[in-house]
């Protein structure tokens, strides 16, 4: 038996999931650079592509959309739970207790091996995780709960349950709206990390989605995962003003102070996705201004791989529980797809087959038998489906007839499932 710390040298899987080079400063979700989709598409579009592997057409973003925005809502007896909460808790372990709640709602959740079951959780994961993410904010604000509104987008209802006060229709600003939603796109998946290894493990032992997501969520709210980016606003504003930054500096020297978002232990060289976030954050203070009361803060701390962002004066701690249900599909698939195809398949580390950084992506997809030869995992299904008119903007090389860049690994049985 071989000890290896972190797991910094094992894989426990295979996955054409997401994909990192953190040397090149790479992440693909299914083939597809993060910086294409964060432009050209949205929430929604990716976590369907995460978790079937393909971007939809119109028939399939409709019914993925409508069986999310319609599994959004409440018990009403989820109201008594936050009222048992301190007025200030930390909003982490209020979405953590919630989460684990919904198992007590949903007792027939522990079905794992019934697909149409799981896939019924899956709705209710990711259309309820921003409501309780949203009644744990205004838990702590005093304020009185906001249902979703169904007639807004996934990233407007969750601004709307967020920040409405008197208005009868709370009308998101599209600036503040489309920076959101390519944060969540950015925060969507980031390979095998912690708390998705922590929510593979539970779920390996058949518990139900929402005690796994909620064993996910205590995992990403250490300061050492999720939790990082709170500690980052934490210290600037333990530091104050840019006078008192030399002063801090020599204490850090001296080990009387830590110095919180320096470098990512994945990309060496830069984050991928702190590029996208440069250009959004002058289209966000545009619209906020730099003041330090803006109603969004965006902090970067030295390396442009840590960057943080603190929305309509939300505290802190509200941080970690927003990129918490961003992980939430993410996490979702994988267990979803660990029910389909036996023993764990998602990798810790090292290069996907069949996804080689260092070629173009005609080459990657020729090598792994997508043009014309026959990959045994794609489907008939797979090779004749029309394609969104996203498909064809967010992948140049992509034409009609020409099959997508990533192996697929989705069984058919998954596409086939209906609402």
């Not at 409508?66 to 409440?74: E, M």
Request: proline letters at 6%; charged letters at 20%; one cysteine or more.
């Amino acid at each position: 038996m071989s000890y290896d710390p972190a797991f910094l040298n094992s894989a426990s899987c295979q996955s054409a999931i997401t994909f990192i080079d953190g040397e090149r400063g790479i992440l693909r979700y299914r083939g597809y650079p993060i910086e294409q989709l964060a432009e050209q598409s949205n929430y929604m579009e990716v976590a369907y592509l995460l978790v079937n592997g393909e971007l939809p057409t119109k028939a399939e973003y409709d019914d993925w959309v409508d069986g999310i925005t319609h599994h959004s809502i409440v018990h009403e007896n989820m109201k008594e739970v936050f009222h048992g909460f301190h007025h200030d808790a930390h909003p982490m372990p209020m979405l953590i207790s919630t989460l684990a709640a919904l198992s007590t709602f949903y007792p027939a959740s522990r079905n794992v091996m019934d697909p149409e079951v799981r896939k019924l959780q899956m709705y209710r994961l990711l259309g309820k995780v921003t409501t309780l993410a949203a009644m744990a904010y205004r838990h702590t604000k005093g304020l009185p709960y906001v249902m979703p509104d169904n007639d807004l987008s996934y990233v407007g209802n969750f601004m709307n349950m967020l920040w409405r006060m008197a208005e009868c229709r709370y009308t998101p600003n599209p600036t503040l709206e489309k920076a959101l939603d390519v944060l969540f796109i950015l925060h969507a998946d980031h390979e095998q990390n912690c708390s998705t290894n922590t929510m593979r493990i539970v779920a390996s032992a058949e518990s139900d989605p929402y005690c796994a997501a909620a064993a996910a969520a205590a995992a990403l709210y250490g300061p050492l995962h999720g939790g990082a980016n709170e500690a980052v606003l934490t210290m600037l504003r333990a530091i104050g003003s840019k006078e008192k930054v030399p002063q801090f500096i020599r204490d850090v020297k001296d080990r009387k102070a830590l110095l919180m978002g320096f470098g990512h232990r994945v990309y060496k060289n830069y984050d991928p996705r702190a590029k996208v976030i440069k250009r959004l954050a002058e289209e966000v203070f545009d619209v906020t201004g730099r003041t330090r009361s803006s109603s969004w803060l965006w902090s970067w701390s030295g390396s442009p791989s840590r960057m943080t962002t603190s929305c309509r004066g939300s505290s802190s701690p509200m941080l970690t529980s927003t990129r918490d249900h961003l992980r939430g599909h993410g996490d979702a698939q994988r267990v979803l797809h660990r029910r389909l195809r036996g023993p764990a398949h998602v990798r810790l580390a090292g290069p996907v087959a069949g996804d080689d950084p260092g070629r173009g992506a005609e080459d990657r997809a020729a090598a792994s038998g997508l043009h014309g030869g026959g990959d045994p995992g794609l489907t008939s299904r797979s090779r004749s489906a029309p394609r969104s008119r996203r498909a064809s903007l967010i992948c140049p090389a992509f034409r009609p007839g020409c099959v997508r860049r990533t192996p697929a690994v989705i069984s058919s049985s998954v596409r086939g499932l209906r609402r």
